[in-house]
């Protein structure tokens, strides 16, 4: 394999939109661990389906936002981005499904896959 194949991958139809309706999730078996692939109100992401701190299953894990600091709410922070990253059911850290970034360890971050539709198709570059 040439280093451009590896770069820009073989696409793979992994579900219909049907399938992945927004909130829900699929993982299909691409790579060593899967890949999951999350449907965020109507945009499609596909993130590694491997904890890089200890090696969780993190598509096993739950969807839900980010807290930022607010003075107004009681204890000083809201939640905000519903559903944009995705929580390790091991320890707790959080991914951003888009890029795959940590705020925990960023040096971390895993890898994430381009998404297209394709009529009722969700295709993964992977
Ligand atoms: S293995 Fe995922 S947070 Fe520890």
């Known amino acids: 394999m040439t280093n451009s194949e590896l770069a820009h991958g073989r696409e793979h139809v992994v579900a219909t939109v049907d399938e992945i309706p927004p909130g829900e999730h699929k993982v299909v078996p691409i790579g060593r661990y ?5 449907n965020v109100r109507g945009s499609f992401y596909a993130i590694a389906n ?4 200890e090696g969780g299953p993190l598509c096993v894990g739950r969807t839900r936002g980010t807290n930022v600091a607010d003075e ?7 939640e905000t981005r519903e559903g944009e990253f995705i929580y390790c059911p ?5 991914f951003e499904l888009a890029t ?11 890898r ?4 297209r539709i394709d009529g009722h198709q969700v295709v993964i570059t992977a």
């Open 34 to 38: 899967g890949v999951g692939v999350y």
């Open 50 to 53: 491997y904890c890089p701190h």
């Open 72 to 78: 107004s709410r009681p204890g000083g922070a809201r």
């Open 90 to 94: 091991w320890h707790q850290w959080g």
């Open 100 to 110: 795959g970034t940590t705020a925990v360890k960023p040096e971390w971050s895993i």
């Open 112 to 115: 994430t896959y381009p998404v």
